[in-house]
């Protein structure tokens, strides 16, 4: 095999990187004292799969997403990135992640050349500067790098918050309810920048209420009611027109 | 070693940017500091005592309410737009994170630590005695053990339903070696006793910031974890 | 849940210190010698000194327990903290009722700042601080986490706080059961403070035990409770 040369990303060749990487959870339980939020999710995920949870408000979908992003602790159970747990006394494997949530995770006082410059420092990457203007680039932010964040309208701050989770070239990008809020000019940014994420050696994970955005991009689909994914399915299954009423049917009877 | 190093730098520029930019713990402590000193001048009685012999205490007791209010607040910004769990995500150590934070405010603290100097200086005509920098230098090892215990409590007591409020009670207790040492150092350096004779405090307040700065460091992993 | 063994013993022991504790009462009172220069209410001497040692044993307890919690994340560890806490808390206060209560009658004082005393008076604010954390906090594992750091840098500020206070003052008289020399009382004095550090520490640890089987009942309702909902 052929090792690529000049790639971006962390330690490891483009080729390398997609043979070894896999997502896996086996048995995840999350409790909270009295309350089990994760209960018992297994999943095995390869590179250039794109799945979408679906699920009604606390089922445990940003838990579940917590967890596999390694920023939560399981109670049982483990998540495996290439193989490698997701130990809270290791750093290397976050440096493979990128999340994006609701909340942007930005400094309203910095610019968002500066936030982006400082997640930069934070990851320790090499050629910070060409990469904050080619991200901003990448979600047509640059006429406003030095804006500060606070200023920014909601759509404009998603964005930036976007690229901050891929400033990094994560291997796994994470996503919480991206669209909520957004106009339509950021969420057409955001679905673009999604589908170029789908480049056959990452893995995407998003969590959404939206079951239009949610089936877009997705190959595969969860749904996950109290905890637990009460459904999955993959390609085919996800087209045939009428997810919503089998969304509405599961959820009824898993919450039963 | 390198990446370690710049990562605590990202984090200390990061913070002291944005009070430069927000300026609130700034101004809320140094016009503490003023305003204290002013109500302090109203609650002792000049013909009775000696503004020299209790100075050090006053410029003490001063830095710890007014240094707390300040540290109190070290989380506030990240709390917002749930900025730090980008920091804590990010493979930056934690320990890391604790030192940048610590940092930070140990620059904040020191700055006004010297105001709260002068402005006592001022206020009370109190004479800072033949050896000012051995002063200072107590000043910052005492606010090095301060700032380390307040920055760790402080992302205590930030997660708990009381807040700051609980930031005394987790401290102060903790505080009194600082005090003692640190006060007895300044009170005879301020009667211009020689520098050696305070040398012995010095050395516990150095010891008693260690001691802080690394179980901080060690423990703050544990804090922040969700 | 700890064996049925576990609780027998608890009971045992704590019944062992009741005992024990009801045997010091009467040694007391009635039976060991006056003390030559503070008279009758020195007596207080033989129950403050013993509750002081278990205050600050507890607290040992409370830091090495948080200590191994944290490193290996096991609930038992974080019920054996919480436990020793309470005990310990109980018999700080006492300390510090007694202290006072003896300072005025010896003394004419309530609060002469003597060093010791001071020391557990900031020992009862750190366990304050300790049960403080762990109940304002909504997520009840951040709290035992949280309660876990106090106990560690408690026990890690406490000997610089001894070393400060001690240096900055002192008023107590002299450390009669610790001189280098030897103890310097009476041999009936020393046994009296002997059934108090035994009973005391018999009582605590029995109490400790108690506990903790408690702690670990309300564990496992939680547990069912959490299954039975999912």
């Known amino acids: 095999m052929t090792p690529s040369s000049t790639l971006s990303g962390p330690s490891t060749t483009s080729a390398e990187a997609s043979e070894a990487l896999r997502l896996s959870a086996r048995d995840l339980v999350k409790d909270y004292g009295p309350l089990r939020a994760v209960n018992g999710v297994g999943l095995e995920l390869e590179a250039g799969t794109f799945l979408t949870v679906f699920g009604p408000n606390g089922a445990g979908k940003t838990t579940l997403l917590g967890l596999l992003g390694g920023r939560l602790r399981p109670t049982r159970g483990k998540v495996l990135l290439g193989g490698t747990a997701l130990d809270p ?168 | 070693m390198s990446t370690y190093l710049r990562q605590v730098y990202a984090i200390v520029w990061k913070d002291l940017l944005l009070e430069a930019r927000t300026r609130e713990r700034l101004v809320a402590m140094g016009a503490f500091a003023v305003l204290a000193g002013v ?24 830095l710890v309410f007014g240094g707390l209010l300040g540290i109190g607040r070290t989380f506030y910004l990240e709390a917002q737009d749930a900025a730090f769990q980008g920091v804590l995500m990010s493979p930056t150590p934690k320990d890391a994170v604790f030192l940048g ?50 920055t760790l409590f402080s992302a205590v007591s930030t ?68 | 849940m700890p064996s049925k063994g576990f609780r027998i013993s608890a009971l045992g022991l704590a019944g062992l210190g009741i005992a024990g504790v009801l045997l010091l009462h009467w040694m007391v009172f009635f039976w060991v010698p006056t003390e030559a220069s503070m008279g009758i209410i020195q007596r207080i001497f033989y ?55 003896w300072g005025k009658i010896a003394w004419g004082t309530f609060w002469t700042w003597e060093p010791r005393l001071t020391l557990t008076l900031l020992l009862w604010f750190i366990y304050l601080g300790y049960f403080m954390v762990r109940s304002s906090t909504d997520n009840p594992e951040r709290g035992k986490r949280f309660a876990a750091v106090v106990g560690i840098v408690g026990a890690l500020d406490i000997p610089l706080i001894h070393l400060s206070v001690i240096w900055f003052r002192s008023l107590h008289p002299e450390p009669v059961v610790l001189k280098p020399e030897g103890p310097s009382l009476d041999p009936d004095m020393l046994l009296t403070l002997g059934v108090g550090f035994g009973s005391f520490t018999l009582l605590f640890l029995g109490v400790f035990m108690l506990r903790y089987a408690v702690g670990s009942a309300e564990a496992r309702f939680e547990a069912d409770l959490r299954e039975a909902r999912a």
């Not at chain 2, 109500?39 to 001063?62: E, K």
């Open chain 1, 89 to 256: 006394s290791e750093t290397a494997w976050r440096a493979r992640i990128g999340v994006l949530s609701h909340q942007g995770m930005l400094y309203s006082h910095l610019t968002a050349e500066e936030n982006l410059r400082f997640y930069g420092r934070l990851y320790a990457l090499d050629d910070l500067e060409d990469r904050v203007g080619a991200g901003l680039e990448r979600v047509g932010l640059a006429p406003r790098g030095q804006d500060f964040a606070g200023r920014l309208s909601h759509g404009m701050r998603q964005r930036l918050a976007l690229a901050r989770a891929l400033l990094h070239d994560p291997d796994l990008v994470l996503l919480d309810e991206p669209y909520t809020g957004l106009d339509p000019y950021a969420a057409a940014v955001l679905r673009d920048v999604l589908a170029s994420l789908d480049d056959g050696r990452r893995i995407v994970v998003m969590v959404t209420h939206n079951l239009k955005e949610g089936l877009e991009l997705a190959d595969r689909v969860a749904i996950q009611v109290r905890g637990r994914l009460a459904w999955e399915g993959r390609g085919a299954e996800l087209r045939d027109g009428d997810f919503e009423h089998r969304y509405h049917r599961v959820v009824q009877e898993a919450s039963a």
């Open chain 2, 39 to 62: 109500l302090f001048h109203y609650s002792f009685d000049r013909s009775r005592v000696r503004p020299q012999d209790i100075a050090a205490g006053l410029v003490w007791m001063t």
């Open chain 2, 101 to 150: 934070k610590t940092l930070a405010n140990f620059v904040l603290l020191f700055a006004v630590s010297l105001l709260v100097l002068g402005v006592f200086a001022l206020f009370f005509q109190v004479s800072l005695g033949p050896n000012p920098g051995v002063v200072v230098a107590a000043l910052a090892l005492g606010s090095l053990g301060f700032v380390a215990l307040g």
């Open chain 2, 159 to 226: 997660d708990t339903r009381m807040g700051e409020t609980l930031l005394p009670i987790l401290v102060f207790p903790l505080l009194v070696p600082m005090v003692v040492f640190g006060v007895s150092a300044t009170t005879r350096l301020l009667a211009g006793r020689p520098v050696d004779e305070v040398a012995g405090n010095l050395r516990m307040l150095g010891a008693f910031a260690l001691v802080a700065v690394a179980a901080g460091a060690g423990l703050f992993r544990f804090v922040v974890e969700e």
């Open chain 3, 47 to 101: 129950i403050h000194v013993p509750a002081a040692w278990v205050a600050f044993f507890a607290f040992g307890i409370v830091a090495l327990c948080s200590a191994v919690y944290l490193w290996l994340g096991d609930d038992k560890l974080d019920r054996a903290a919480m436990a020793a806490a309470e005990g310990g808390m109980v018999f700080t206060t006492v300390v510090l009722v007694t202290g006072p209560l």
